[in-house]
């Protein structure tokens, strides 16, 4: 069953604002991935953060974890139309040979 | 390294035949994982892979089979195809054998399969 679940569903923004989508998931975890799938392709991965990690930057990217409350946000500032992608969490297990957990995913539009 | 790569890119069966989707990985990478996407339905595993000889099963194993004979090919094949199968499966691969170590996983382009 899916572990992390994705708030908002979708979200419509203009180019140059702030994009900023959440995960929540329900099990201990080791890590948080955030992948992008532009449409009609694979999946794409963006960014990893630890479960003893807080928050992580990469370009416009900036991702938190928050363990007490099981959950975890992406932001992407001063986005473009080419953001413009389904945004997916996965979470990797505390322990066990449990594979990563996909969300269902954000999907972004970002209007020009 | 061509990375992932998965054929057919698209397929079209009759209910009832069988077929075997192709997934391949040139980064000696020892993880290897079947997914399938719906709409709203994001990706479920359908099978996974820690090792040459080594499978398991995801969330949703009904109606398919796998096997791992050699680090580089993790083949999905549909045993007797169904219309509740049309969808589009990714396979995707990770360094790791262990998921609970922090690697990213590499996706192939997908295979968009429709069962009539």
């Known amino acids: 069953s899916q572990q992390g679940e994705e708030d908002p569903q979708a979200l419509s923004i203009q180019e140059g604002e702030n994009a900023t989508m959440n995960c929540s998931y329900k099990?201990?975890?080791?890590?948080l991935q955030w992948y992008r799938q532009n449409s009609g392709r694979g999946l794409v991965h963006l960014i990893l953060?630890?479960?003893?990690?807080r928050e992580k930057h990469s370009g416009r990217l900036r991702v938190t974890l928050d363990t007490s409350k099981k959950s975890s946000s992406l932001l992407i500032t001063a986005s473009r139309a080419a953001d413009t992608a389904s945004y997916f969490c996965?979470?990797?297990?505390?322990?066990?040979?449990?594979?990563?957990?996909f969300g269902k995913g954000t999907r972004l539009s970002v209007i020009a | 390294n061509a990375g992932v790569t998965q054929t057919p890119k698209f397929q079209v069966l009759k209910t009832g035949q069988s077929m075997t989707l192709q997934c391949a990985q040139d980064?000696?990478?020892?993880?290897m994982s079947w997914y399938r996407q719906d709409p709203g339905m994001g990706l479920r595993l359908i099978h996974y892979?820690?090792?040459?000889?080594?499978?398991d099963q995801g969330e949703v194993p009904n109606g398919y089979n796998v096997s791992r004979s050699t680090t580089e090919d993790f083949p999905l094949r549909l045993l007797s195809a169904a219309p509740s199968q049309t969808s589009v499966y990714f396979c995707?691969?990770?360094?790791?054998?262990?998921?609970?170590?922090?690697?990213?996983?590499?996706f192939g382009p997908g295979t968009r399969l429709t069962v009539t």
């Open positions: 892979s820690v090792g040459a000889g080594i499978t």
């Open positions: 995707a691969s990770s360094y790791s054998r262990r998921p609970t170590d922090s690697y990213e996983q590499y």
């Open positions: 980064m000696n990478h020892e993880y």
């Open positions: 996965a979470t990797g297990p505390h322990s066990g040979n449990t594979p990563l957990v």
């Open positions: 953060i630890r479960s003893n990690e």
């Open positions: 099990t201990s975890i080791n890590n």
